[in-house]
């Protein structure tokens, strides 16, 4: 039953109906396109069994995904660990922390998720070219998915992004461009660009409404790996502003049709991290003003550095309604909260990674996020991708010939010393 | 006073294809009503019900966009072009 529960694109802003089709803005009032969903007919299936018996990956919930297919386009992306984090957490000052160690996707980052729903809706509709614009995550995960599915890809990049990222996609395969610009002059680009090449479908483009959809998937594994309860809070980083947006959406999808325990559906407070350099989304919140106000990007959380946030105003109004709030942070503080993470969890994260700890703590410290909440930080992207801004973070600490004598003077009693003080966590 | 607005390829069927017009106006309000004077149906495609901007729709002024200005009544000097551009949608 191919896309039963799926109706039609609808505008978000004026209502306004279209096809199923690579259309992604309203031709009336220029709103976004958006999925809509038989949710009635969707919560009368048993979905909790549905879930349980599918394939341990995003698309176990293809119940609630908006393109149905028994062989989607993927590389195993999705149901990453969600990770009790009890050393953060007593650094921090919270109770219950839970990270959602999206760094164990395939290509190491969030982004598998939404393109395994793009690609798979284009591959339907007759797509034999993937692209994108991208500040590195997506270039690299849209690369490998069209290499899995035999589609030819193209992606668009800031120049002088980080080594990693251009890499992956170019050895993937892709057609990498580097464009002498920011981010949202490469997006403006790729605007111009659908209507060029039609037969191309850039997955954050005219494939935006699906692709968007994939980012619900977090808020589906959040509540089921939590025993199908919603948690109290969750902080997200901000770029687009579309991950925060649909994390946001699939919690409520979930109450929607009956999947959480008790009345949990109410009140999941959504909180928003951005790194000082690109807070265009924080500064909004900061001044009460719905209308964010663009800005140029510096700060070296690249893949967070879009000054015109294409959903800032949606990742306002889900987090203003949840009751939560946007932080920003500094470079230093970010760079700060990488090398926190990784002591004390043994999860290496991007940059931002690093905005989103960051931010928790600022959030924590403030009392915005409470220690009597049961706490979930997403953990978007692998450190490997940004090695590049840790400097002397992640250089060996000596260099010393292969004696002992020479290891004994450069390391000596002092890491004897740091073991005692402490305290090991049994079984975890 | 005499301005330019310059309309964007998704509204130039309501203006016989033109992309500039030549409207009398001096604030940007008064220009895009101008505009729906001379080409009737622009005026539900820029606006609300309730007479404000439609949030997808950015209007610039001299490049600046008129939401971090005085809105709709942002001044418009003479010889200025007033710019309808959408905001469509893309990105992350």
């Not at chain 1, 589609?151 to 002498?180: C, F, H, I, N, Q």
């Not at chain 1, 946007?326 to 004390?344: K, P, Y």
């Not at chain 2, 895009?32 to 729709?57: I, K, M, N, T, Y």
Request: contains cysteine; aromatic residues 6%; glycine residues 10%.
């Amino acid at each position: 039953m191919a896309d039963a529960t799926v109706t039609a694109l609808v505008c978000r802003e004026c209502g306004r109906t279209y096809p199923l089709e690579a259309l992604h803005a309203c031709d009336w009032c220029f709103g976004p396109l958006e999925v809509a969903y038989e949710y009635e007919a969707i919560g009368a299936r048993p979905l909790r069994e549905e879930i349980a018996a599918g394939p341990r990956t995003i698309w176990r919930y293809r119940a609630l995904l908006p393109v149905d297919d028994a062989q989607p386009v993927e590389l195993g992306g999705g149901w990453t660990p969600l990770v009790r984090a009890e050393r953060l957490a007593a650094e921090l000052g919270l109770g219950e922390l839970w990270l959602k160690d999206d760094t164990a996707n395939p290509t190491g980052s969030f982004k598998d998720r939404v393109v395994s729903v793009a690609l798979t809706k284009a591959r339907q509709l007759g797509f034999k070219v993937a692209a994108c614009a991208s500040t590195g995550n997506l270039a690299a995960s849209i690369a490998a998915h069209a290499a899995r599915a035999g589609m030819v890809s193209v992606v668009l990049v800031p120049k002088d992004l980080e080594r990693a990222k251009t890499a992956m996609a170019a050895v993937y395969g892709a057609t990498v461009v580097a464009v002498d610009g920011d981010y949202d002059e490469v997006n403006r680009l790729c605007i111009e660009l659908v209507a060029e090449h039609e037969s191309w479908a850039f997955a954050n483009v005219n494939l935006r409404a699906y692709y968007a959809e994939g980012s619900k998937t977090l808020a589906f594994e959040i509540a089921e790996q939590l025993g199908w309860r919603a948690p109290d809070h969750v902080v997200v980083p901000i770029g687009s502003g579309s991950q925060l947006t649909k994390i946001a959406k699939g919690f409520d999808e979930l109450g929607k049709v009956g999947l959480l325990t008790g009345d949990e559906s109410a009140g999941v407070r959504i909180s928003g991290a951005q790194a000082e350099g690109c807070s265009p989304v924080a500064a909004a919140f900061e001044r009460g003003s719905d209308a964010v106000r663009p800005v140029r990007p510096s700060t070296i959380a690249r893949s967070l550095a879009i000054g015109n946030p294409a959903d800032g105003y949606y990742a306002l109004q889900s987090v203003r309604r949840s009751g939560g709030a946007v932080e920003s942070v500094s470079d230093a503080e970010l760079l700060e909260a990488i090398g926190l993470l990784a002591r004390t969890e043994g999860i290496f994260a991007e940059t931002a990674g690093g905005v989103t700890i960051a931010a928790l703590a600022k959030l924590a410290a403030a009392g915005v996020v409470r220690r009597d909440e049961r706490v979930v930080a997403i953990v978007s992207g692998h450190g490997l991708k940004t090695v590049e801004v840790l400097g002397a973070a992640a250089e060996p600490c000596a260099t010393v010939p292969p004696t002992l004598e020479a290891f004994e003077a450069a390391v000596g009693e002092g890491l004897t010393e740091r073991a005692a003080t402490e305290e090991v966590l049994a079984c975890r | 006073m005499p301005v330019t607005v310059r309309v964007p390829t998704q509204l130039r069927s309501l203006t016989g294809g033109v992309g500039e017009v030549a409207v009398e106006a001096s604030t940007a309000g008064e220009a895009l009503r101008a505009l729906d004077a001379l080409h009737p149906g622009l005026a539900e495609r820029l606006f609300e019900e309730s007479g404000s901007l439609r949030r997808f729709v950015n209007v610039f002024v001299a490049d600046e966009d008129i939401r971090f200005g005085a809105g709709l009544e942002t001044p418009v000097a003479e010889g200025e072009t007033v710019s309808i551009v959408p905001a469509v949608a893309g990105g992350a």
